[in-house]
Each structure stands twice: as C-alpha cells, then as structure tokens.
C-alpha cells in the first residue's frame, strides 16, 4: 500500500539558514522513506501563508497549494520550534488555516482531512516540549487528524543554553528509536485507514 507524508517545518529561518527542525523532521522522514513512505518537507516561512481561517484568503495566497500537499499526503508531520514556551508563530498561523477543515465536508459529512495521520515534531533550548506536542495534537485533532501512539519526536537543550539540536554531533540512541517508532506507528494507522476509513454522518 503505497503512502505519501509531507512534513512542514515552521522554523523563523528561510531556507538559505540551517534549522534544527528540518534536520530533526528529516530525520523522522527517513525513518518513514525506510518503510516504503515517499516524503517532502518544505518550509512555510518560503510561502507567503496570509493570515486567517479560509482555505483561500485571495490574491498572492501560497496556502491552497500547500493545502493541495497536506490533502494528497497520508501523514503530516508539523515541526515547529519551541519559543517562548509555545509553538512559533509560523506554526500557529498554519493551524489557523488548517481550521478551514472543520467546515469543508466530503460527500459523507465528514471533515476532508479525515483519514490522515499526524504527527509532531519539536525542538528548542528550553524545556516545554511537552506543553508543545500537546497544543500541536489538540489543534490538529481538531481539525480531523487522526494521532497515532508516541506520534512525536522531540529535543530540547539546557535552558536558556546555546547548543542547537543542528549542533549536537550525536543525538543519541533515545532519538533514534523515537523517530522510529514515530514512522511504524504513523504507518501502521495510516495504512489502517486508507484500507477503512471512518464512518460517515449518513452510516
């Protein structure tokens, strides 16, 4: 059964500048590629995502063609780091567009995002990872996201430290195993509700 995942990384930095988040998201999607998943990662701060909760919000609007990958994937994967405590900025306005799901329906009344596994990928020099992954599955299952069992991966460094996850020579083997587990577990739902879906309104 073939799957697709796409991972989007909400780092403050363009693509010119290294970002722990595309290395620990990279990281997770190769353990995905092992399973057999074609993967791409792109960063949201390289569109222009323009604030709001529609699908379209108009004229120079980049969203309806990163929501045309979110939809053709089988697994997201949202990444983000932790600053001051939260998710950044870029990631709360990507959950903001992806609310448009609540009111866009497919044929059986269900949310058009329904089916689609997601997962959670943070990191940052502080602690909160925790706090993070959690206000990541809420909003994410809200808008119809199914979450698989240890569907996030996470690091955090020393509070108020300078090390970066990107600097770490080796991260070690508990982050090896936790992206692993990650991509069997996000595959295994997957596959599970591409082969049956949920019901729908009129079942």
Not at 81 to 88: N, Y
Not at 141 to 169: H, R
Request: net charge negative.
């Amino acid at each position: 059964m073939a799957l697709s995942a796409l991972a989007i990384n909400c780092t403050l930095k363009a693509s010119a500048q290294p970002s722990s988040c595309e290395l620990l998201l990279s990281q997770a999607m190769q353990e995905l590629s092992r399973l057999g998943v074609t993967c791409e990662q792109i960063r949201a701060v390289d569109f222009n995502i323009k604030p709001g909760v529609t699908s379209d919000e108009g004229k120079g609007d980049d969203w309806p063609m990163i929501r045309d990958k979110v939809l053709a994937a089988d697994i997201l994967i949202l990444g983000t780091p932790i600053w001051l405590g939260h998710p950044s900025s870029v990631c709360q306005r990507v959950l903001e567009r992806l609310d448009a799901f609540i009111g866009e329906l497919d044929d059986e009344q269900r949310m058009v995002s329904y089916g689609r596994v997601a997962c959670a990928a943070v990191v940052g020099n502080e602690d909160g990872a925790h706090h993070v992954v959690a206000e990541l599955f809420q909003g994410l299952n809200d808008v119809g996201f199914s979450i698989p069992a240890n569907g996030c991966t996470y690091w955090v460094g020393q509070a108020m430290g300078s090390t970066d996850y990107k600097d770490l020579e080796d991260p070690g083997e508990k982050i090896a195993k936790t992206n692993a587990m990650l991509a069997r577990n996000a595959v295994h739902l997957a596959r599970l509700l591409k082969g049956s879906g949920y019901p729908g309104a009129s079942q």
